[in-house]
């Protein structure tokens, strides 16, 4: 069976944006203040702060200002002046906008966080039972799900939002292509989102685009739904080895972002069974041509 392998080599890494590269200056910052055996309200206190607001910037959770960064090298003895350089220069970098700023009004804070990543992410494992994902959606089949399913109510909101999922697809077509591995329920490619015709679209797009060696597509068959996952999530991986995997789930009120080693291995261990539960990506690939020509 062919599927994405998280072992294999992920070729060029992508370019980290500012989301990333703040997670690896706060790793950092934290080694090397456990390094000189100071504490976080230590820490804090040098800088003005809490010792909540270092753990924020240790796990990369705030935006890092450049006094703060160069205040804490000091209380760390860090002296060398090109690794402050090094360090400092990448503070700038991790408070610089990404493309997907001006899409702020839109988004929720944790969603912005998510965008960011998975413009970093090497590899995206994920596991879907309502929409196809959004990195595979159509304009028509987004604009539906924009929309609410109710064309009278669009609006420069939905365009503003259908044009963001968009954007984000290019993680995929770029140079350095993220990989994509997703399975999804076999319910997903029978809801006729948006009608008949952009469903039947929709599942040519996904034919289409499986073509490409980055794009991995499983379908999991109705008599296996449930048993592997009650539910979405996205596994992200990175080829910045300061970054630790995550594993991404959404909610009406938010999302989870869970990065502990124990739950990694619990959710790799249910991408492992959805991978042996779903249909092989040539047999997905026989099912969608069935389901086309149905349509």
């Given at each position: 069976?062919?599927?994405?392998?998280?072992?294999?080599?992920?070729?060029?890494?992508?370019?980290?944006?500012?989301?990333?590269?703040?997670?690896?200056?706060?790793?950092?910052?934290?080694?090397?203040?456990?390094a000189a055996h100071i504490s976080r309200a230590d820490a804090g206190y040098a800088i003005r702060g809490s010792e909540s607001k270092i753990s924020r910037m240790e796990l990369g959770r705030v935006?890092?200002?450049?006094?703060?960064?160069?205040?804490?090298?000091?209380?760390?003895?860090?002296?060398?002046?090109?690794e402050r350089q090094s360090l400092l220069r990448m503070a700038r970098l991790s408070n610089e906008h990404g493309w997907w700023y001006r899409y702020g009004d839109l988004m929720p804070s944790w969603f912005q966080d998510y965008v960011g990543l998975e413009e970093s992410a090497s590899l995206?494992?994920?596991?879907?039972?309502?929409?196809?994902?959004?990195?595979?959606?159509?304009?028509?089949?987004?604009?539906?799900?924009?929309?609410?399913?109710r064309p009278e109510s669009e609006s420069d909101e939905v365009d503003r939002r259908v044009a963001l999922r968009m954007r984000r697809q290019g993680v995929i077509s770029r140079p350095n292509p993220l990989r994509l591995?997703?399975?999804?329920?076999?319910?997903?490619?029978?809801?006729?989102?948006?009608?008949?015709?952009?469903?039947?679209?929709?599942?040519?797009?996904?034919?289409?685009?499986?073509g490409q060696p980055n794009v991995t597509l499983q379908v999991l068959p109705y008599e296996?739904?449930?048993?592997?996952?009650?539910?979405?999530?996205?596994?992200?991986?990175?080829?910045?080895?300061?970054?630790?995997?995550?594993?991404?789930?959404?909610?009406?009120?938010?999302?989870?972002?869970?990065d502990k080693p124990e739950e990694i291995e619990l959710y790799s261990a249910v991408v492992d069974r959805l991978a042996v539960d779903a249909l092989t990506p040539a047999q997905t690939r026989q099912r969608l041509s069935k389901l086309r020509a149905e349509l």
């Open positions: 069976m062919s599927t994405v392998d998280p072992s294999a080599p992920a070729g060029e890494a992508p370019v980290a944006g500012p989301t990333a590269r703040r997670i690896v200056l706060g790793a950092q910052l934290r080694r090397l203040r456990e935006r890092l200002k450049e006094r703060d960064v160069a205040d804490l090298l000091s209380l760390y003895g860090v002296t060398d002046e090109t995206i494992q994920t596991y879907e039972v309502q929409f196809v994902p959004g990195l595979l959606q159509i304009e028509e089949y987004a604009r539906a799900i924009a929309s609410h399913g591995w997703a399975v999804i329920d076999e319910s997903v490619v029978h809801r006729p989102i948006g009608g008949r015709p952009v469903l039947r679209k929709q599942i040519e797009h996904l034919l289409e685009i499986t296996l739904s449930g048993y592997a996952a009650e539910g979405a999530f996205s596994v992200l991986r990175f080829a910045e080895p300061e970054l630790p995997d995550l594993v991404y789930i959404e909610h009406l009120g938010g999302a989870l972002y869970l």
